[in-house]
């Protein structure tokens, strides 16, 4: 499973992003899709994730300002991420979970200056 993530960029508090994500290749079951970040010197957290059956989660800091959609057809989830706060500032990857198997992009860093 290759994924192709694209979005992030530089943005002022307050601001909005997209990502997005289409995963290609070996697909047959994607349980579960999602997103993590990763600031310097902290670990890599759960951002948001989408279960193939609708089921959502959220980190507490993102609830209400960050949204997770998936195009099951597609193979594709996005992460619209409003009112940006610098602690948001990352690297995000995007994830997926297939047959007990863990697949993921390449980094695409988010930046949110003050």
């Known amino acids: 499973v290759q994924l192709q993530a694209s979005g992030g960029g530089l943005v002022q508090a307050g601001g909005s992003l997209r990502l997005s994500c289409a995963a290609s290749?070996?697909?047959?079951?994607?349980?579960?899709m999602g997103w993590y970040r990763q600031a310097p010197g902290k670990e890599r957290e759960l951002v948001a994730s989408?279960?193939?059956?609708?089921?959502?989660y959220y980190t507490a800091p993102v609830k209400g300002r960050f949204t997770i959609s998936r195009d099951n057809a597609k193979n594709t989830i996005t992460l619209q991420m409003n009112s940006l706060k610098p602690e948001d500032t990352a690297v995000y990857y995007c994830?997926?979970?297939?047959?007990?198997?863990?697949?993921w992009g390449k980094g695409t860093q988010v930046t949110v200056s003050s």
């Open positions: 994830n997926v979970h297939q047959w007990g198997s863990d697949y």
């Open positions: 290749g070996s697909i047959f079951s994607i349980n579960v």
């Open positions: 989408d279960t193939r059956d609708g089921g959502t």
